[in-house]
């Protein structure tokens, strides 16, 4: 009888793993823990299998939510403030304002409204508006109608946004990959445990020797249909799974190679019936 197949987990993206995981999981279900043995095995690898979807899943809070919230509708306002203000210059008595508040009123234009916009999206457009104001001709036209602090202050408020919102992704980035990373290491473990147990049952059954039928049994016995056997039936489901992932990920380059300094977590050393894999693992 075969065993399981040897499967490295860390070769595999988030999305094959959790594909792969999910798999396993329904196979060990329609056969069942019961019959495979592996009770305890399940519940902790079913345990695993939770941990890893809520760290998929999390969003994380902190204390930049609030402050970003306020940093966006801060910039917000001082854009209000410089295009109310150009606005109003465009009525004044003076010839030469009306004149530089037209021009101003034309490049603000070009921009268009920057309250429909996404976060990001009008950070970068606000970013350039504010650069182009402080490029000549546009600067100059800034500096005769006295309204260099307002602008400066919407770039002063753009600028602070688009580090806070860095500062957030950043710290998004780390807490969400090390909740994954965590994660998956616990299910690895479970994982190769549930491979320990059926492989472990099944060396144990090629070296018995196999229960044979009482006499009085004999006719019965073969007049009655044999089933297939759960850990085989089992083995041949998951070698087929990995068989199918291996394929999916060399074909996509859907794969992943342990960080630098992070030790991969081992394969449980059993016989393996797969044809070794040619091509190396991207």
């Given at each position: ?6 499967v ?6 988030n ?12 196979q ?80 603000m234009?070009?921009?268009?409204s ?12 606000m ?75 099944v ?11 009482e ?17 085989t ?38 016989p393996?019936?797969?044809?070794p ?6």
């Amino acid at each position: 009888m075969d065993t399981i197949n040897e499967v490295r987990l860390t070769s595999f993206n988030n999305d094959l793993y959790s594909g792969f995981m999910r798999a396993v999981d329904a196979q060990i279900q329609r056969v069942t823990p019961e019959a495979l043995r592996i009770t305890k095995c399940y519940e902790a690898f079913s345990a695993a299998r939770t941990q890893l979807d809520a760290a998929y899943i999390k969003q994380r809070k902190d204390n930049l939510t609030e402050t970003m919230t306020q940093k966006d509708q801060e910039r917000d306002d001082y854009w209000r403030c410089l295009v109310k203000h150009i606005e109003a210059d465009l009525y004044s008595s003076d010839t030469a304002k009306r004149a530089s508040a037209q021009i101003l009123a034309n490049k603000m234009d070009s921009y268009g409204s920057m309250l429909p916009l996404g976060r990001r999206a009008e950070s970068e457009r606000m970013h350039d508006m504010g650069q182009d104001l402080c490029t000549s001709p546009w600067s100059d036209e800034i500096t005769k109608l006295g309204r260099e602090a307002d602008r400066d202050a919407m770039i002063k408020a753009n600028d602070e946004y688009i580090e806070l919102d860095s500062q957030r992704e950043e710290g998004q980035k780390t807490v969400e990959t090390n909740a994954v990373r965590t994660a998956r290491q616990v299910l690895d473990a479970a994982y190769y445990d549930v491979v320990s147990a059926v492989n472990g049952q099944v060396a144990y059954n090629n070296l018995v020797d196999p229960e044979e039928a009482e006499e009085d049994d004999g006719p019965q016995m073969q007049s009655v249909e044999r089933t297939v056997d759960p850990l085989t039936d089992f083995v041949q489901s998951i070698n087929q799974l990995i068989k199918s992932y291996k394929t999916t990920a060399a074909q996509s380059g859907s794969t992943t190679k342990p960080e630098e300094g992070e030790e991969e977590t081992p394969t449980p050393e059993e016989p393996s019936t797969e044809e070794p894999d040619d091509k190396p693992v991207v």
